[in-house]
Every structure is written in C-alpha cells, then in structure tokens.
C-alpha cells in the first residue's frame, strides 16, 4: 500500500472530507491534496495532519503511513522483512567493524604511549579532519621557510 491510500482511508475512516480536515489543521485545502495525490511533501506536514485527525505520535497508523512515506520518498523496501533482515545485517557487520576498530585504536594508544592531552587531539582531529589538511599545510610552509632560511645564510656566507 502507498502512504497516500493509508492516509486518504484514516482520513475517511474519522468521516472527515478533504476542507474539514484542512480547516482543522488551518491548512490550505491543497496540501490535504498534496498529500493524497503523492506529490512532494515534507513528512512533518504529513504528522501534523495525522495529529489532528487524533493519531497519536507513536499510533500504529502513524508509524504505517511514516514507513509507507519513508519507502516512496527513498525507494528502500523498508516494510518488506526482507529489507530488515538485510539492513540488521548490515547494521551487525558495521557494530563488529567498529569494535575491531576501536580494539585495535586501544592497542595502537598503548603502544604509542600517547598522553590524555595528545588522545584527546586525536579525536578532535578525527571528528575535524580538515585540521590535518592544516596541520600538513603549516607544517609544509614551515619546511619551506626553514629550507628558504637556510639558502638564504648560505648566500650570505658565500657573499663574505
């Protein structure tokens, strides 16, 4: 079922018409359209009409049509079991992934015998990855500064 045939049979199943609805809400009656003819609209505005027809946030009707609206909007299955098993497996291979990681992150800090103060840049750099991209540009100026000074007292040296 598409999300726009479930909402349109909660609407009529509260015996409300399109204008009551969009009256209700204070809404214009286009967007109770927009909403029933499949047109792009955001899933907020979906809920807020949800609530005042008197679905609740965690409803089973409202999870439905936000599942149905999340499927048409991306494409994924996500109601098909098919579809949760895969993205569970997926999900399991990712948290072992991490945990290796992580495993082999506490090992490497061990070895390296890094401080609390050099850790904590680490993560900082880690969540900022353009610091690095930073740090190797001055670091790179400072070389060449460094090799532009030394050229420069060598031809002093030779001009004596």
Do not use: C
């Not at 909403?35 to 807020?48: D, L, N």
């Not at 149905?68 to 997926?90: D, H, M, N």
């Not at 015998?113 to 680490?122: F, M, P, R, S, Y």
């Amino acid at each position: 079922m598409h999300y726009t045939r479930l909402f349109r049979s909660l609407r009529e199943a509260k015996g409300l018409t399109l204008e009551a609805l969009a009256s209700q809400a204070r809404r214009h009656r286009n967007t109770v359209i927009n909403v029933e003819s499949g047109r792009p609209v955001k899933f907020k505005t979906i809920a807020e009409l949800m609530l005042k027809m008197g679905y609740a946030a965690g409803s089973p009707e409202m999870k439905s049509v936000a599942l149905l609206w999340l499927e048409s909007v991306s494409g994924i299955p996500f109601s098909q079991p098919e579809t949760e098993a895969s993205a569970r497996k997926a999900i399991t291979g990712y948290r072992s992934a991490a945990r290796l990681a992580a495993r082999r992150l506490d090992e490497e800090i061990a070895l390296a015998g890094l401080d609390a103060g050099q850790i904590d840049l680490l993560a900082f750099t880690a969540r900022h990855p353009a610091i690095l991209a930073i740090l190797e540009n001055v670091r790179r100026l400072a070389g060449d500064l460094a090799a532009e000074g030394r050229a420069a007292e060598l031809k002093v040296a030779e001009d004596r």
